[in-house]
């Protein structure tokens, strides 16, 4: 990863480039508990629902160390390189 | 056990409180925003008042306003502690609030709690009771939620962590930092971000920064200059910022912060240079010892491409004006048709080979003293060709013939310009004593024109209005009006190579208060 210094004013929110959506869920999908306590009754929940409605799917479950901090590098690049989805479970 | 950092913060009200005191201490990080916080600030305030005579209770609060809010919302009489710089917070490495942290007199930590557990909260009152003999705080324990998990601390909101980090590692970057996913292609990101002119640009990475910084001695945070149109900050280390990306060494930052703080004066008028429909663009002219020390190139293409001082010092003004002060085009920046030297245009002059005053000289500093000066051009360089005149009066009159067309033929008074002589011009000149006042004077001799031919008529309805004409007298049409309102409107350099009859011009903008008056400043670090 590549880390560079922002060479504006700053006040404008650097914008990220969205993921082209592909219209449906195939192959495997990561869902990703940021360690906030009880995310993890949503994250089983959703995990039931989808093996139950989408057979075809891989569910792998992965955790970030701290909700309070980005997740780690490895972490990312894994994600990344095992899944063709992810659903993160965000905040309370 | 470990030690807890000391500190000093104040509450609203401007009083002290310090840690480690004489006494043990309860310090419980919080901020108003998180609800969890909010449901626990009673509690807080039942141990303060129950406590108090035995404990230092100190609760830190994250945000000014939030402080207030709590102790309003919650009519708190323990103080809410100032710590809106985050930096005790971040001392102790806070992810979560609230984080209690039970201290022993010498500041030793006894324990450590996150969030709100009942159970845990309730064994603290317990032990505390215990170890002051002071009664058990009122609180209704059993209307209290069972547990809460708290909220991720300001501090380690991951921008303002990079910011906290910095600091404790005396690191003179404060710059956002931005990270690019392994997956990504940084240059891609860069041009996605709106950062570049078009072109690639160098990753300013907080290693090329610091690098860039070194050529420096001035403060990174220092404010240098408040660039339009949005008012931007432009402090050293943005602008070493864009000039990583523009490919410059740390050794030209000088010159171009320099170039920043000429631009952004009311004389020079940067944002209305960069948002005029007619395209006007910073011309840099270097004089100096500087020239050399940079590589600067004055001789053989000293105004095209190939040199990475001339090139790269342009590019980094234009690429801070884009960037700090957010003249992009389609933005702010609306020239109709633009123009190259938009990308860069730094040169300069081959003081060597002038047998004149050089520029900065003419403009009131020492031959010694390195100086930028600033032009803003709508057009240029145009060539002005001449390969026949032998004498000083005949090449003189082939530039004024030439700059007639600055805007328009009929266009007198209108702007300024900037002509460059080459040596084998400059030659022509020296041979029959012609100074530059005198190629000045020939200028303004062999344009001047009577007002009657500058009208408006059918072949064009730029000049003088008819109705304006047509009340003078055929005595007043008859004046005869130079080119240029002044002489000093006519700037004179000397550059390019020993080979070619060729100099060349840049043509104006709104000349003067209305528009833009060029601005030539010392570099103090040399």
Not at chain 1, 6 to 22: G, I, K, L, S, Y
Not at chain 2, 37 to 52: D, G, K, L, T, W
Not at chain 2, 322 to 328: E, S
Request: hydrophobic share 40%; with cysteine; proline share 7%.
């Amino acid at each position: 990863m590549v880390t560079i210094l922002d060479p504006t004013d700053e006040r404008v929110p650097v914008e990220r480039q969205v993921t082209p959506r592909v219209g449906e869920i195939t192959g495997n999908v990561a869902l990703l508990d940021i360690s906030k306590p009880r995310g993890s009754v949503l994250l089983d929940r959703l995990e039931a629902l989808l093996t139950e409605r989408m057979p075809g799917i891989n569910v792998t479950r992965y955790a970030k160390p701290t909700f309070a901090k980005p997740a780690p590098d490895a972490l990312r690049a894994e994600i990344s390189a095992e899944n063709d989805f992810i659903i993160e479970g965000l905040a309370d | 056990m470990s030690e807890l950092p000391a500190f000093l913060l104040e509450d609203d009200a401007g009083r002290s409180s310090s840690f480690p005191g004489e006494r043990p201490a309860l310090i419980c990080f919080v901020k108003e925003d998180c609800p969890t916080c909010n449901e626990v600030m009673p509690v807080i305030e039942a141990f303060y008042r129950a406590f108090a005579d035995g404990v230092d209770i100190l609760v830190p609060g994250q945000t000014v306003e939030g402080n207030r809010t709590l102790t309003k919302k919650h009519a708190l009489t323990v103080p809410i502690l100032d710590d809106s710089s985050l930096k005790v917070s971040f001392a102790y490495d806070v992810e979560i609030v609230p984080s209690l942290y039970l201290a022993d007199p010498t500041g030793q930590s006894q324990r450590t709690l996150v969030g709100f557990v009942r159970e845990e909260w309730q064994a603290l009152a317990e032990q505390l009771s215990q170890t002051t003999g002071l009664a058990m705080p009122d609180v209704d324990w059993s209307s209290c939620p069972e547990w809460r998990p708290g909220c991720g601390s300001l501090s380690a909101d991951p921008l303002v962590a990079a910011r906290l980090q910095a600091e404790s590692e005396n690191s003179p970057l404060r710059a956002r930092r931005i990270d690019i996913a392994a997956h990504d292609d940084e240059f891609e990101f860069m041009f996605d971000q709106g950062f570049s002119d078009g072109l690639p640009l160098v990753p300013p990475t907080p290693e090329r920064v610091l690098r860039m910084l070194s050529g420096t001695r001035r403060d990174a945070q220092e404010v240098i200059a408040t660039m339009p149109p949005n008012m931007g900050e432009a402090t050293v280390e943005k602008v070493a910022i864009n000039a990583v990306m523009a490919g410059c060494k740390p050794e030209y930052l000088p010159l171009i912060l320099t170039a920043v703080e000429a631009v952004c004066t009311d004389e020079y008028n940067i944002h209305g240079v960069m948002a005029t429909t007619m395209g006007a663009s910073p011309v840099m002219v270097v004089n100096g010892p500087i020239r050399e020390r940079l590589g600067l190139n004055m001789k053989l293409g000293a105004l095209g491409q190939g040199n990475r001082a001339n090139s790269t010092i342009g590019r980094a003004l234009r690429l801070a004006i884009r960037n700090i002060g957010g003249a992009r085009p389609g933005g702010t920046e609306r020239s109709t048709l633009g123009n190259p030297m938009k990308f860069t245009m730094c040169f300069a002059e081959w003081e060597e080979r002038n047998p004149w005053t050089p520029l900065h000289v003419e403009r009131g500093f020492e031959q010694d003293d390195s100086v930028i000066s600033i032009f803003a051009m709508t057009s240029g360089p145009t060539l002005m060709v001449d390969q026949d005149s032998r004498t000083g009066a005949q090449l003189a009159g082939t530039f004024g013939l030439c700059l007639e067309s600055a805007f328009h033929p009929k266009a007198h008074y209108a702007t300024e310009v900037l002509v460059v002589i080459s040596p084998e011009h400059v030659d022509t000149f020296v041979r029959d004593g012609f100074d530059k006042a005198s190629i000045r004077a020939r200028i303004q001799e062999v344009t001047s024109r009577p007002i009657r031919e500058l009208v408006e008529n059918e072949v064009s309805a730029v000049g003088f209005k008819k109705a304006f004409a047509d009340g003078m007298d055929s005595q007043a049409l008859d004046k005869l009006l130079p080119k240029f309102k002044s002489e000093d409107d006519i700037h004179i350099v000397v550059a390019g190579s020993e080979a070619g009859k060729f100099s060349g011009a840049f043509h104006g903008w709104a000349t003067g208060e209305i528009g833009s008056i060029p601005v030539s400043r010392k570099i103090e670090e040399v």
